[in-house]
């Protein structure tokens, strides 16, 4: 055989050879599985081991059997930090500068993980693990998560054997879209389903299976399940456990926080809570029903970390009862701060507040019992998220403290005895990696499938892991998102927070001695201006090696481009194809567009979903009910508008049409047609202004929630699609800045 070399010998026949089979790689004898649990958004104060009184007992656990650190980093921001640790180097030089629908044309900003940069996953296999992914994903461009591919970013084509999750930045918690492997599916339908404990049932099948074919085989889980990310859903008897707790108020649970925070010795005594960040209202500011919302909103939020806490209980209990939890290396993380994206109030529907869309206190309020239900895809007011942060400066996205401060422990029972011990060691995500490779006495490869690459960036963290008086071999670490800009060194920190619009040459840094100023209390930078300097200009050497460049403050806007590039003007559907991700989908927004199919009609009335598009957060579906032609377009959960035909459809082969025509910005007028006659029209005058649908495409049948409530899912089309055409008109726009002038009030 070309390529391999046998090592037997071959002779005329079998008695005058000798066979010789391929030495398979196995890991070292002993070495430990692995299992990075990371979860979303879960700020430095919100853990009941790092302060709160939200219920965390199996991740407290962890802690007491391990190690708590209060000085370790992530990047701000959800993709760019799952980059880093699985990968070990800076976020920009992975590609990801940003989550990865904020890519742009430039080499930090590809929204994609660099083959330059390897996985964790792609070290480990070749060296005889098993390599499993469950959750959330997002470190792939999102056009190219549907059926066509390439896969060679997903997570099998990075070094996962195994993965069960979703693609993109969240999921409905009731109706995820759901990917297992290289394949869309469709999750399981029951009334008690929750994505967490989905994922966490696939966890332990997988690794049930391989223990069961090879059990001295160690593997790697990366476990992100997506909590506590928006929507924040959960079963009510989460919710109805904190029914009270908060009704204080964020400025008094930071307070209360704080101390514990100080008697658990998870921040020093003389650490100070910095002050009320500008953009929160004081509790005592707000009217008795703005407190009733705002706490019934954070209720919801410790329901769901509880919730999730039980299941990683879940899953540590299976692996102590298959007798491998002793020899397993448990990292626990989040990937950011506790985020403010919730605004005054909070969110009923997350997907408006990402489309500038406002929603007022009113419409808030009266929701109040779909909040953590299939009918809230809710986020709670960034008053909370502040208190997460306590006693740290803002939120996630930011380069403060808030935004990069997070909670890590870590738990090897048969190796690190200091159970419950603190270490106070400045560490970063991109550390992750080259410690386990530290332990596991391997190499990080100078090449992965023919392509060289980059060195790992992060340091071992071995020795804080084994001595409490260690210092970090660390000496210099940059931050950097949407501008705003960090840099650490030996204990000094300078940092701005930039404001979006502006000059980066007005930004004003701070400096702070954060060694001995843990919260970043105290701005040094009128007092220390040579060191101020000096940090500033370490900050853009670092830029300049790790591909910060160039500089760029947007967010949303940064969609418009990836949405120009891959923009089509027809697209053709077929029954029986997988789920298209919605960032492959026709953009209807605020365009003229016309939606045809060819569809058979037997005898009888005919049902089911010809197209739909989205979810009840927001989309589109052009349906049959009881003979019936109908169009449902959603512009949130129970806020659906419907056109139904005149006439029930005529039995044979049928033409039927949706038309709109755009009369103004995010208006106008549809109207239904059956054979070419017209059939009815109705005025559409509050549309999304991008991309309508929450969620992908489903020809002939609907996988997901429902766009309106007229119909339950699956709702298959009972008659014959041919197929279903989507054109789309000359004049679409795609403008989020002046989305953004609009929501902000800026000319």
Known sequence: MKGEKFKGHIGRTLNESEASWPVETKAQEGAPNIVIALLDDVGFAQLGCYGSNIETPNIDALAGSGLRYNNFHTTAMCSPTRASLLTGRNHHTAGMGAIVEWSTGFPGYRGEVSKHTSTLAEILRPQGYNTFAVGKWHLMRMTKATAAGPFDAWPLGRGFDRFYGFLGAFADHYDPELVQDNQPIKAPRSDDYHLTEDLTDQAISMIKSQKSVAPEKPFFLYYAPGACHSPHQVPKDYIKKYQGKFDAGWDEMRKIWFERQQKLGIIPNDAKLTELNREVTPWNDLSQDQKKLCARMQEVYAGFLDHTDSQIGRLISFLKDIEQYENTIVIFLSDNGASDEGGEFGNLNIRKHYSFIHESFDELFSAMDDYGSKYASNHYPMGWGHAGNTPLKWFKMDTHGGGIRDPFIVSWPQSIKAGGEIREQFHHCTDVVPTILDYLNIEAPETVNGIPQEPIHGQSMRASFEDRASLTPKRAQYFEMLGDRGIWADGWKAVTRHTKGTSFDDDV???????????????????????????????????????????????????????????????????????????????VANCSHVIEAEIQVSQGEVEGVILSAGNRFGGYALYCKKGHLYYAYSFGARDSTMLKSYDPLPVGKVSVKFEFEKTAEKQGIGKLYVNGLAQGDLSLKNMWPVIPNAAGIHCGHDDGSPVCEDYEPPFAFTGTISHVDVIIGDNQVIDFMSEYKEAVGND
């Not at 970043?520 to 060191?531: G, M, Q, S, T, V």
């Not at 969609?559 to 077929?574: D, G």
Request: no cysteine; proline share 5%.
């Open 509 to 587: 840094w701070e400096l702070y001695h954060v060694d001995k100023d843990f919260s970043e209390f105290h701005n040094l930078a009128d007092k220390k201006p040579d060191k101020l300097r000096e940090m500033v200009d370490l900050w853009w050497a670092e830029a300049g090696k790790y591909d910060v460049l160039p500089l760029d403050d947007r967010d949303r806007e940064r969609v418009a481009s990836t949405l120009r590039a891959t923009a089509r003007k027809r697209y053709r559907y077929y029954p029986g194809m997988a789920r298209i991700d919605r960032m492959s989908t026709p953009n």
